[in-house]
């Protein structure tokens, strides 16, 4: 039983000493952070912490709309693709002189092109864009998200 006591006091002794050092060590960083960060006065603390809330509302929005801007253009890649695929079909039926049974033969290639067609012309697109420079747009968009991320981070932590 003696040997049980022992043990737990060397090992509540040995947390202690533990304890100790990582408290010391979380002061430290406060310190340097303070330090670095010119906050003497509790006043500037709190301007700081407001200033990087701000800021991380501000980047939050940015990372909202890039994320909603890349959705919408990641739809319309994707009708504009179709659309452009299927056109030699859809035109195809459209000159057949038998549309039901051209129809019939090509039914999926044509619904896909009437689908994507009523899209386009749901977001308001007269004119075809062009497909490679929306997908170096995306790919642009999509960099400057990953870059937002970061910084988002950065203010978070």
Do not use: C
């Not at 509540?12 to 906050?39: C, V």
């Amino acid at each position: 039983m003696t040997s049980n006591k022992t043990q737990n006091n060397t090992q509540s002794r040995g947390y202690e000493q533990w304890a100790k050092i990582h408290n010391l060590k979380q002061a430290a960083k406060t310190m340097n952070f303070l330090t670095e960060n010119k906050i003497e006065q509790y006043a500037d603390l709190v301007s700081r912490i407001e200033e990087m809330a701000a800021e991380s509302g501000q980047e939050a929005d940015a990372l909202k709309n890039a994320e909603k801007r890349l959705a919408e253009m990641a739809v319309l890649i994707k009708n504009v693709s179709t659309y452009q695929k299927t056109k030699p079909v859809y035109d195809a039926y459209r000159k057949a002189r038998n549309r039901e049974k051209y129809r019939a033969g090509q039914e999926q290639a044509i619904i896909l092109h009437e689908a994507a067609a009523r899209s386009l012309k749901a977001a308001g697109i007269a004119k075809l864009p062009n497909l490679a420079a929306l997908q170096s747009e995306y790919e642009a968009l999509q960099a400057q998200k990953e870059a937002l991320y970061a910084d988002y981070g950065k203010l978070k932590k």
